[in-house]
């Protein structure tokens, strides 16, 4: 009789021992923020939208061991990228339509004071409806998607169909910005700290005439899925056991389940640009761009590869290296390609080199941040001024601006810093400075040849014949800026080839109601993640 007592006691300690260690298992401790949700939602004249998710997460305490769930607007999405680009892999996911998630799983475990930073790129499509406040419009409110922890930096962006005017765009809350992306109006918010599951909606809406479909009218139908989600939410208060006893036989691996969300504009700055490619990232978002700066920074990067050389400055001809066989950029072989056989310079050419630059600079450019990009471009010129200044020796402060000559070109006080910071008159040999005298004259070298310079000398020459070089590498600068401009528009403002280059960016997406000033007639669905 006491045996079975005993035993029905043990039983009994056995079974609270179980319940106590599941009970700890599914409460295992995950702490994790948000560091960076860019998102940048680029809607398409087909009405289909390319969102870019770029999420940047930090564990605070814990492991996230196996995948971060992404939410999606709806079912109507197509996935197609997926990547880590902390390691540069590309990871396996898997797809919910019913759930409307993305599961994106780590290529390794993300452990505690660590980071990582996620890529998805989505299709989607059924997002846009007419809008029913504004008669002709349609629109879409959306919803970046929300996390059960602090978002630290949000930043939204929404890139309108080729056409669309500033003064047709209806949106709320107000933007942070407006600004133009290969000729498209994009708006962009900001906000930071946001407390768990905080939303931040917006609304926009533009007319329909813009798109090359038509669009349908909104439905209410996505309002039961808000009422069935309550009814989950009030079962899981009212049947806890019920809830906790189904989680952990049929899905103990999402028991351990912090919620996070993805959302995109931009994957920060574009870092890995090369000097013309920033300088014309800098150029283009000014009202009148110099163009003579930027194809003197393209000229001089073929003086140091030794592929040209300068014969005169006015007017200016140049002398091809035709010994060189080494490799080019893109810009560098369209820049080559100016040359007349006489030395100087194609106008009309060399506006096609301007051209090419843009397109190769969109192309790397998709889902970053253009201001963020100017920032750190600015900061690297900063940062090559400083190290030219605490050089040690004239000699050595003249070498430093050698070889950071890409970049300092980028300061528009770049001839009269060059000056004031090599203002020593130690003398130098010209002769152990190669790149120096291949941006001087025939005539000026011969010279310095027969009577050495001093640093100051140096110096002076270098700045005025680049000044003068800027000066003469283009005749009519406003004559030439109208042809580039002429090019540029046109080409943004042609039929659109934003599926085979998207503007890339993220965020959870949905259609919704009750805008201000701008009204699509439906409900929100969109969809949560979370990690584990």
């Given amino acids: ?99 409307k998630t993305v599961t994106l799983y780590v290529s390794s475990p993300i452990s505690s004071g660590n980071t990582r930073t996620f890529y998805l790129v989505v299709l989607v499509k059924d997002l846009l409806f007419k809008d029913k406040t504004n008669p002709g419009n349609g629109g879409f409110q959306f919803i970046p998607s929300w996390f059960p922890v602090r978002v630290e930096d949000l930043r939204l962006t929404v890139i309108l169909p080729e056409g669309v005017k500033k003064n047709e765009i209806k949106n709320v809350p107000d933007y942070d910005n407006i600004f133009t992306i290969d000729g498209r109006i994009a708006l962009y918010w900001e906000r930071h700290g946001l407390e768990p599951n905080e939303k931040f909606k917006i609304g926009v809406s533009f007319p329909e005439k813009y798109l090359s479909v038509t669009l349908s009218e909104p439905s209410n139908e996505e309002d039961w899925f808000g009422i069935f989600f309550i009814l989950l939410i009030f079962l899981f208060f009212t049947i806890p056991f019920i809830f906790i006893a189904y989680l952990f036989i049929k899905n103990l691996k999402k028991i351990i389940y912090v919620k996070p969300e993805l959302y995109i504009e931009a994957l920060g700055p574009r870092k890995g640009l090369y000097a013309p490619e920033a300088a014309w990232i800098i150029e283009s978002e000014k009202a009148k761009p110099n163009y003579s700066k930027i194809l003197t920074m393209i000229l001089y990067s073929l003086i140091k590869k030794n592929v040209v050389q300068i014969v005169s400055v006015n007017p200016l001809r140049l002398e091809k290296n035709e010994e060189f066989k080494g490799r080019l950029r893109y810009y560098e072989r369209s820049f080559l390609r100016c040359i007349r056989e006489d030395g100087l310079l194609n106008e009309d050419c060399l506006i096609k080199v301007i051209d090419a630059l843009d397109k190769g600079v969109a192309n790397k450019m998709r889902g970053y941040s253009r201001k963020e990009t100017i920032e750190y471009y600015k900061n690297i010129v900063l940062r090559a001024w400083n190290e030219v200044q605490n050089a040690k020796t004239p000699f050595l402060k ?23 910071i090599l203002s020593d008159p130690t003398p130098v040999d010209i002769q152990y400075l190669p790149v120096w005298s291949r941006t001087l004259p025939l005539s000026s070298r011969r010279e310095y040849a027969q009577n050495p310079p001093n640093i100051v000398q140096v110096a002076d020459s270098i700045a005025s014949n680049m000044e003068r070089v800027s000066e003469n590498i283009v005749k009519n600068v406003e004559s030439f800026s109208e042809k580039v401009a002429k090019v540029i528009e046109g080409r943004s403002s042609g039929k659109s080839e934003s599926r085979s280059r998207p503007i890339y960016s993220s965020s959870c997406a949905c259609v919704s109601c009750a805008c201000a000033c701008a009204c699509v007639s439906c409900a929100c669905a969109c969809a949560s993640g979370g990690a584990g």
């Fill in 398 to 420: 003249l070498q430093k601006a050698q070889d950071k000559m890409d970049w300092l070109l980028l300061d528009p006080e770049y001839y009269s810093k060059f000056r004031i």
């Fill in 1 to 99: 009789m006491h045996t079975k007592k005993y035993g029905l006691i043990v039983i009994i300690l056995i079974f609270i021992a179980f319940i106590g260690l599941s009970s700890n298992v599914c409460s295992q401790t995950l702490k994790y923020r948000i560091l960076h949700e860019y998102v940048t939602l680029t809607v398409e004249k087909d009405a289909y939208i390319t969102l870019v998710y770029n999420l940047t997460v930090i564990v605070d305490e814990g492991t996230i061991k196996r995948y971060v769930a992404i939410g999606m607007p709806n079912s109507n999405f197509k996935v197609l990228e997926v990547k880590e680009l902390d390691t540069g892999k590309k990871i396996s996911y898997s797809i919910d339509k019913e759930s």
